[in-house]
């Protein structure tokens, strides 16, 4: 059976038991005295309708019971049953809308009083079974009357509740009820005392005495109650507070998830340890909001250096350490009661002042800063971390022994080494389920100032290195930067397009990093070559090549170091004429590392002199390795593109890209109704020569005449290599006649440059087709150029000539072995 049908039954049973006590006693009713009957009823409807009663920490006891018991004692059993009833009704409905009450609880209520009455006033009347009550005294017998009155009201109201919830009954009428005996029993003393007042002065002044009483007594609890209402107020600010501290504290850090239980293991530790050194009260609630606050800095660093699964660089080491001034900073403006913003600046400094940001040593350091420094390290070697596992408890407690006198506290230490089982297992039983949600670079090295680098003393201290400004602005710019290298990050791996992709970087990394000017520069060979550039000066940049080990640029590559505050006038051929003057002023390279040393360089230029921190350094650095991958990735997808469109031997564009232009050139004759020449070109005898002086010699002639058919031809002419020794020529806007004119010089070319080169004498074999007199698309004028080129050869007594001499070196070969020249 369920718990609710059972504590209906029940609810309704004690409504009916209630109904045979009160009802009978209503039939019976009369009144000797109406006026001291109705001067009793209006009190207690009075003090049931507006709540007088007497407050504790354990509940409240209602004052209209005192009248109820008076009514008993000097009028009779009906009036009193009717006086209970109706005061019970009016302070139960007049409490109705804040509790919810149902017309079934009022009846229950009137009922519990009615049952409750009922038995007190067997025991006033002297047959409370087994004892004989008339001889006892009158105090005696209040007693046993308030005690009858207790057990009759509180026994069903308990009842009820152990139904409901199901806990134990005397558990429930012990931890709820029982606290009000005292109350009822004295209840049923003022009663007798106020009955015997009466009997000797009359009712009425008895009557108007407890108005006077009640007045005092009331302004008393109304002071009481702005008291307890203003130490209630401050309880529960102090209380928000430490939870806004605690959802502060894990929001921040969630940027964290591997250290989700960071804040408890700490907070707990930190608080065990703090009372056994003997903090002060304001010591010890300091350390608990420094315990749960002290990474509120970490706001200000960017969260790819907090979650980096890896070591930190020195870079972004020290951008990392500035999180206990940022701290310090924000909770200053907190105003705490209590010392916070000491612990939080000095918690990662050292015993011996090796720490930072203030470098304090010993007893200089605020002794909850020692607590935290401890315990946070503790902490931080025994939970997992991006970079490594967490080391077994008592490991981490062999570390912080070892320690103790150089990184911590030995009175710290040793209290961690005693007790750290102990407060470990406190830790556990506070577990709470997760969140879900500066210093300057010193650049030293080789002969680089005197190259003309800019000079840096490097004795910036964390504070200073970012000019201290407001804490605001150094979380915005960490958020900055966060989102920044977050779109770049995306945009460098979204095209193989080597332009599209730095492009796309300098507009992103402006944004981040300032510059006037850029420049990626990529090693071919033992140059740097310009592979983009934007920004002030940007032609001067373009054009320079600079050798590895030269200038800016060329001692980054050349050392695989970065330079902040460089020269940018000391790169190589970029301001060679005295009289130029450029406005840019300072520098920062940054070397990008592929998978086989350097790749290149990327160089930064601005026009203010020390323009660049090492943020600005940290950042570029970030970026870089991301560049570099992706500078490998394009020119390797470059490389691929054009193997498939360039004759890997001669570079000419192969048949491929031939077709491809041919059919757009043919497309742009159509348009303009112009006339379009391809002649095709074919080496005469050419196997003689790989036959007589091999592959190696043939492919240099190859090369010989590539290079020679590009230099003769027009610029806009296109030259092609379609396979062995044929190449093609196509030249747009010209008729036949003049084409002819032009192929005769580029036959001419031919044979003279190689017979320079080589010495050999090498004839070319030339047939044309002009649009759109031969042809209308690209193979019906490859197919008549070449068939026009085999008839040239045929008949072309330079070839019959070589044909007959290589014929009678044939012969002679066989018998002396000699090599004539052709």
Wanted: charged share 25%; hydrophobic share 45%; net charge negative.
């Amino acid at each position: 059976m369920e718990k609710s049908v059972v504590s209906n039954a029940y609810v309704r049973l004690v409504i009916l038991m209630g109904a045979a006590v009160l009802l009978p006693q209503l039939t019976r009713w009369q009144s000797s005295d109406g006026l001291q009957y109705l001067s009793y009823m209006l009190l207690a409807v009075l003090a049931g309708c507006f709540h007088v009663e007497y407050r504790t920490e354990q509940g409240r006891f209602p004052l209209s019971t005192l009248f109820v018991m008076i009514t008993m004692k000097a009028l009779s059993t009906p009036e009193a049953f009717l006086l209970a009833a109706i005061s019970t009704g009016a302070e139960v409905v007049n409490r109705q809308a804040e509790n919810r009450r149902t017309v079934i609880d009022v009846a229950f209520s009137v009922a519990s009083v009615s049952i409750a009455v009922g038995l007190a006033d067997v025991a006033m009347r002297g047959i409370y079974l087994p004892l004989h009550m008339s001889q006892l005294n009158a105090a005696l017998q209040a007693a046993l009357v308030g005690a009858t009155y207790f057990v009759g009201i509180s026994f069903p109201e308990a009842m009820r509740e152990s139904l409901d919830t199901g806990g134990k009954l005397v558990h429930v009428w012990k931890e709820k009820q029982f606290w009000t005996v005292p109350y009822y029993v004295a209840a049923a003393l003022v009663a007798s005392l106020f009955d015997v007042a009466r009997a000797s002065v009359g009712w009425q002044i008895p009557v108007l005495v407890l108005p006077v009483v009640f007045l005092p007594y009331r302004a008393y609890r109304l002071y009481m109650e702005r008291v307890e209402g203003s130490l209630e107020h401050a309880e529960e600010m102090a209380a928000l507070h430490l939870r806004t501290i605690e959802a502060l504290a894990l929001a921040i850090d969630a940027k964290d998830e591997t250290t989700h239980d960071h804040l408890q293991r700490v907070q707990v530790y930190a608080m065990e340890v703090g009372k056994e050194l003997g903090l002060s009260r304001q010591e010890l609630e300091a350390l608990r909001a420094a315990s749960m606050l002290h990474d509120i800095g970490k706001l200000a660093v960017p969260e790819h250096i907090i979650s980096k699964p890896g070591k930190l660089t020195p870079e972004e080491f020290e951008k990392m350490k500035i999180h206990p001034v940022v701290g310090a900073e924000i909770l200053e403006r907190g105003r705490f009661p209590y010392p916070v913003v000491p612990i939080v600046r000095s918690h990662h400094e050292r015993w011996d002042g090796n720490g930072y940001p203030d470098r304090l040593k010993g007893e200089e350091i605020p002794i909850g800063s020692r607590v935290l420094a401890a315990v946070d390290c503790l902490d931080a070697l025994a939970s997992d971390r991006q970079y490594r596992k967490a080391l077994p408890l008592d490991q981490a407690i062999g570390i912080l022994v070892r320690d103790a006198g150089t990184a911590f506290d030995p009175r710290v230490v040793e209290i961690l080494a005693r007790r750290y089982v102990e407060l470990e297992s406190k830790a556990k039983a506070h577990h709470t389920e997760p969140l879900k949600l500066t210093k300057d670079v010193v650049i030293r090295g080789g002969d680089a100032p005197a190259a003309g680098f800019e000079k840096s003393d490097g004795k910036a201290k964390i504070g200073e290195g970012f000019n201290q400004p407001d804490f605001l602005a150094l979380i915005a710019a960490a958020r900055q930067e966060a989102h920044g290298l977050f779109e770049l990050a995306q945009d460098l791996g979204s095209s193989l397009s080597l332009d599209e992709t730095l492009s796309v970087l300098s507009v992103r990394l402006k944004r981040i990093v300032p510059f006037d000017s850029m420049a990626v520069y990529v090693k071919r060979e033992q140059l740097l070559m310009p592979e983009f550039v934007s920004g002030e000066n940007f032609r001067l940049f373009a054009s320079l090549q600079i050798p590895m080990g030269e200038g800016l640029s060329g001692w980054v590559a050349e050392n695989a170091k970065p330079i902040v505050n460089g020269n940018p006038t000391v790169e190589p051929g970029y301001l060679n004429d005295a009289t130029k003057f450029s406005t840019l002023r300072s520098a920062l390279a940054v070397p990008l590392h592929g998978m086989n040393g350097v790749v290149g360089v990327i160089a930064l230029y601005h026009t203010e002199r020390d323009a660049y921190t090492k943020d600005h350094l940290r950042v570029l650095q970030v970026v870089s390795s991301k560049l570099s991958l992706a500078i490998e990735n394009a020119l390797k997808y470059r490389q691929a593109e054009t193997s498939a469109t360039t004759d890997y031997l001669t570079q000419l564009p192969n048949a491929r890209s031939l077709f491809l232009h041919l059919d757009a050139e043919l497309a742009r004759a159509r348009r303009e109704k112009g006339e379009l020449t391809v002649a095709v070109c074919d080496l005469d005898n050419f196997k003689q020569i790989n036959d007589q002086y091999g592959h190696l010699e043939g492919n240099r002639v190859l090369r010989i005449v590539a290079t020679t058919l590009r230099n003769n031809c027009r610029e806009y002419d296109y030259v092609a290599r379609m396979g062995g020794d044929e190449f093609v020529v196509v030249m747009g806007r010209l008729d036949a006649t003049n084409a002819a004119m032009r192929l005769d010089q580029v036959r001419r070319a031919v044979l003279e440059e190689t017979r320079m080169q080589t010495g050999l004498d090498l004839t070319v074999s030339i047939g044309t087709a002009t649009f759109p007199t031969d042809g209308a698309d690209a193979e019906d004028l490859l197919s008549t150029a070449d068939r026009l080129m085999y008839t040239a050869k045929q008949s072309s007594p330079a070839r019959l000539k070589a044909q007959q001499r290589w014929e009678q070196w044939k012969d002679a070969a066989g018998r002396a072995q000699v090599q004539p020249t052709l």
